[in-house]
T-cell receptor, first 112, second 116 residues
């Protein structure tokens, strides 16, 4: 079936390095994509979003890239910090009913 | 500013018991959602309400009912709890689904439910 998924369940990155978290989607009708961060024991928090008419969007220390040709989404975190340790979810909105569907998540570990 | 408030935070039920999870938001948002999160899994949408007076099924609606009581409140009811419903439940709200300027969801802290 169609779903939002992730390439890697766990990612370990040296503090100060850049992190890249990947996500694949299969529904070409999806037109809105969002990244969320979830810290232990808390609800997810919005990081950044992108619509299908864009290829790239930048925020504070984060960049989201969208490649519609291969249905791939990535989140880049610059100069990774200990506070970036969390589970990161990509999510997509499909069609006109505006439901937001989440992928399984990637856990980001920051190495000292 | 409380944002999204869920009650209770923890609950233990026996199989067959019923209960209602309450959710309220104070941001004047139109859309509200209920998700469940199982260990090592993403969030799965149970039900959502795009506006007051409307509700729609999500990915995993079986075994649940919802009520959009007013613009602020969206409750989730388990009529006859089953062990498969052991999970962490999250309520969320957004201004206008994904059709607005941003589809950002604001989440509550979660309700941890165990069904024995």
């Amino acid at each position: 079936g169609e779903s939002v998924g992730l390439h890697l369940p766990t990612l370990s990155v040296q503090e100060g390095d850049n992190s890249i978290i990947n996500c694949a989607y299969s529904n070409s009708a999806s037109d809105y994509f969002i990244w969320y961060k979830q810290e232990s024991g808390k609800g997810p928090q919005f990081i950044i979003d992108i619509r299908s008419n864009m290829d790239k969007r930048q925020g504070q220390r984060v960049t989201v890239l969208l490649n519609k040709t291969v249905k791939h989404l990535s989140l880049q975190i610059a100069a990774t910090q200990p506070g970036d340790s969390a589970v990161y979810f990509c999510a997509e909105s499909r069609g006109r009913d505006d439901k937001i569907i989440f992928g399984k998540g990637t856990r980001l570990h920051i190495l000292p | 500013n409380a944002g999204v408030t869920q009650t209770p935070k923890f609950q233990v039920l026996k199989t067959g018991q019923s209960m209602t999870l309450q959710c309220a938001q104070d941001m004047n948002h139109n859309s509200m959602y209920w998700y469940r999160q199982d260990p090592g899994m993403g969030l799965r949408l149970i039900y959502y309400s795009a506006s007051e007076g409307t509700t729609d099924k999500g990915e995993v609606p079986n075994g649940y009912n919802v009520s959009r009581l007013n613009k602020r409140e969206f409750s989730l009811r388990l009529e006859s709890a089953a062990p498969s419903q052991t999970s962490v439940y999250f309520c969320a709200s957004s201004q206008d689904g994904t059709s607005g300027v941003t589809g950002e969801l604001f989440f509550g802290e979660g309700s941890r439910l165990t069904v024995l």
